[in-house]
Every structure is written in structure tokens, then in C-alpha cells.
């Protein structure tokens, strides 16, 4: 782990109420920004006051842990002025995390400068030099991505149903209870790909999700791991899909079938138990809803339960709740540590980031943790796309690789710009 060199002796961090700035989206100077939005509300990172690069977990080491350490002795020396004294003022950081401890990757991101609007107020925070708001705010054009092509990730289609195949062997010969398997795709542009233009998209198009951007990696996720205000934590757990319909009478028979499926609903109550387990030792109460309602987004249905509790400690911060949670059983499976294993031999990848922690965190603890899921990885004209669905005893290959299609379109339309939402159909089967 390291501090990018450079970083002043202390952080000088001022955060004042300002005019409402518009579509945040679009205060994004360049396409290297940081981004957490949701209905119009958030947060949005410009520049690089500081970089905290997170190694592995190693025998003596844990990545939350150092993080949080890092952190607290970056926020804790810093001189700040907050004037706005709501959760995200003051000095915050963006964050995102590998999926698989043994992964490199994770990293957190504290910004030169913040814009962020919550509940009809404004800010703009500065950090580090006192660099002038205006040159940061400076806005260059951003260029859509042309001329997309599309290949294959690790896997084909059939290798992966084949992967699926054995997992369900697997769990019904009762070594798992649940395991999720993903799947990457390649997209390459002719030019480089400016994430700003798919923030823009996704944001647009999908106004419930929180749509995030951290050092490259960009998506949409659904799945909010958890959102710390004082004492208070909010959770949305995720777990069982199914696709849209154009015509309003077989779309809400989708989504009473979705309801009454008996795989579906197993696979939500394990993701349910596993965040329960998680969270009872940290809180004084934890209250989730008896049953599953559905939570309805462009592209796709899902089983979903709000969970809401208290702190039993009110210094534990948004990031040690995250790293409590991390990995649910909605994208690791259970128990945990065998689905982990599995995962590992089976998707024949690393992950990276996808289905990891992404978020930000300000010097109070408070913050906003989501599963970056409907995402993909930047890098330059390239852009790698990651979906997957959780494989229980019932899980029929075709219906699970079809469901990662369809949570596939979420990107490809941030890519190209028109919806591949209604009867997605890969040409890499």
C-alpha cells in the first residue's frame, strides 16, 4: 500500500454551499473523473489530491483494514472547513475493490475537488493546494465511442453453460449450497473510449441504480452493500432475475412468476442470510422484509429486500460495514469460502473489480457502498464487460446464460447507444 508521492504535508479541504450546478454528469472535465449518482443526487470527483493503492490481503494484512488506517491518518491531519455538514462534505474518498482478497487492484481516490448535491443542496468541495475551482471545472468535449466490435471474454458461451453444468453437479451432491459464476465480453472501439459519455448513458437510462465511475472502471449497479448515516445503515439485497417485456401483460407475468419461483426465491433467502449474518454482530438491530418484492429496471427484474439497522458502535465507519459484507452470497454463493473456491477453478478468470465494493467514504465514516455489478473496465479503445447469475440445484445453463445477456445490455447500450434490451441475442454463442 502507498500514497502517491507528492501529497502535502497536510490536506486543506473547504467545502461551501453553492448553486445548484445542473446535471452533475455533465461537471465531469474529463474522462479520468470519479462518480456516485442516483436520481440526480451525488457525488462527483475531479483531479487527484491523493492515491492509496491497496496490495492483496496477505497473512498479516487485510485491505479494509489498511485502507480505513490510511484514511483516518490522511482525514485526520487534514485542515478543513465545512460549511455544508452533510454526509459527502468535506474530504471524501472514491473507492473500489477487487473481488477476490488475493486480487491486485483495489484502490482509493481522494479528489482535488468534489461537486455534490443531496436533498436540494449543493457543494463544491477543494482538497489539497487550494487549485482554483474554475480550471478544474473546465469542461472538454467528450467523443462517443465508434465503430464498436465484440469478442469473446475467457470463456465462450458453450464453455461457460458447460462451467455451469458442473456447478450444478456440484451442489446437489451437497458440497455447495450456491455459487455464482460470471463471464466477461471484449468490446474495442476506434477510438478511445471517454467514460463520461457512458456515465451519461447509464444515468440517463437507468435513473434507480448508482451509477459509478472509479479509476476506470464504470458501470450501474442495482445492489446498494451499504449506505452509513451516523448510526444508521441501509442495505438492498439482490439475488434472482428475470428479463423484461415490451408488452405490459407478459412483463408483469414475469414478474409474478419471478416471485413464485422456487429457485429464485432460494437463491434470494441465502443472499438474504448471508447479509444478516454479516450484520447482526456489528448492529443493534436488523430488520428485513419477510418477503421479497420485485424491483423493476430497464433491462431486467429482480428479487429484492431492503435490510435497515443501527450500529451497535456508531465509529464504525461505511467501509469496515463493506468489508463485513464483502463477499455476499448474491455474487460469491455459500458457504463462502468453498463457492470462493470454486469460482476460482471454475470462471478460469480474475474478476478484478467487478462484484467488489465500489463507493466513496467521507472523514465522519459516512458514506455509500454499492456491488459493482452491470460494469466494465477502460482501458484505452478497450472496454471489458463482466455478468453473472447465481447457480443453485435448479439452474438450467441456457436460462442462466441468457440472463448474462441480459445483463450485458445494460453496457452495450452505454457503448453504442441503442438498447439491446428486448430478446438479447449474443453473436458468441
Known amino acids: ?36 449518482l442516483r436520481r440526480g443526487d451525488g457525488l462527483i470527483g475531479l483531479g487527484e489530491a491523493a492515491r492509496i493503492r491497496l496490495g492483496p490481503d496477505g497473512v498479516r494484512t487485510n485491505r479494509f483494514v489498511q485502507a480505513g488506517n490510511e484514511l483516518r491518518e490522511l482525514f485526520g491531519a487534514a485542515d478543513v472547513e465545512d460549511r455544508v455538514g452533510v454526509p459527502g462534505s ?24 468534489v461537486i455534490g448535491r443531496r436533498d436540494g443542496r449543493a457543494w463544491l468541495t477543494t482538497i489539497g ?30 464453455d461457460w453453460e458447460r462451467a455451469v453444468e458442473r456447478a450444478v453437479k456440484t451442489i446437489r451432491a451437497g458440497r455447495l449450497a450456491k455459487v ?28 434507480d441504480c448508482y451509477t459509478f465511475a472509479c479509476d476506470g472502471l464504470v458501470g450501474a449497479t442495482p445492489e446498494l452493500l451499504v449506505r452509513r448515516e451516523d448510526d444508521r445503515i441501509t442495505s438492498l439485497v439482490l439475488a434472482g432475475s428475470t428479463s423484461r417485456s415490451p408488452d405490459p401483460v407478459e412483463d408483469a407475468r414475469r414478474g409474478e412468476a419471478l416471485l413464485a419461483s422456487a429457485k429464485d426465491v432460494e437463491e434470494h433467502k441465502l443472499a438474504v442470510e448471508s447479509v444478516r449474518a454479516a450484520l447482526e454482530p456489528l448492529c443493534a438491530d436488523v430488520r428485513i ?52 473456491e470454486f469460482i476460482r477453478k471454475l470462471e478460469g478468470m480474475d474478476r478484478g473489480r467487478y462484484a467488489g465494493p465500489v463507493g466513496w467514504i467521507d472523514a465522519g465514516g459516512n458514506g455509500e457502498w454499492g456491488i459493482a455489478l452491470r460494469c466494465a473496465q ?20 441456457a436460462a442462466e446464460l441468457a440472463e448474462t445477456q441480459v445483463k450485458f445490455s445494460a453496457m452495450r447500450y452505454a457503448l453504442e447507444g441503442h438498447d439491446h434490451l428486448a430478446g438479447v441475442v449474443s453473436p458468441f454463442q
Open 378 to 397: 477502460i482501458d484505452g479503445t478497450q472496454a471489458r464487460l463482466f455478468a453473472g447469475g447465481g447457480i443453485v440445484a435448479g439452474s438450467d445453463p
Open 90 to 113: 468535506g474530504p471524501v474518498a472514491f473507492g473500489s475493490f477487487t473481488f477476490d482478497p488475493r486480487s491486485a487492484g483495489s484502490v482509493l481516490v481522494v479528489p482535488r475537488a
Open 129 to 158: 493546494d487550494g487549485a482554483d475551482p474554475d480550471a478544474l471545472t473546465q469542461v472538454r468535449p467528450a467523443a462517443e465511442p465508434v465503430d464498436v466490435r465484440w469478442g469473446d471474454g475467457t470463456l465462450a458461451a458453450p
Open 180 to 207: 455464482v459464476l460470471s463471464r466477461d465480453l471484449y468490446a474495442w472501439a476506434e477510438g478511445p473510449i471517454d467514460p463520461r459519455v457512458l456515465l451519461r448513458r447509464l444515468a440517463g437510462r437507468f435513473p
Open 1 to 36: 500500500m502507498s500514497i502517491a508521492l507528492g501529497l502535502p504535508p497536510h490536506l486543506v479541504v473547504r467545502s461551501v454551499p453553492i448553486d445548484d450546478p445542473g446535471e452533475l454528469v455533465f461537471r465531469l472535465p474529463e474522462p479520468a473523473g470519479l462518480a456516485w
Open 289 to 340: 422484509a419477510a418477503e421479497p418484492s420485485l424491483l423493476v429496471l430497464a433491462n431486467v427484474q429482480h428479487l429484492a429486500s431492503p435490510v435497515t439497522g443501527r450500529l451497535g458502535d456508531a465509529r464504525t465507519a461505511a467501509l469496515e460495514v463493506a468489508a463485513a459484507l464483502h463477499p455476499t452470497a448474491a455474487v460469491c454463493g455459500t458457504p463462502t469460502p468453498a463457492a470462493l
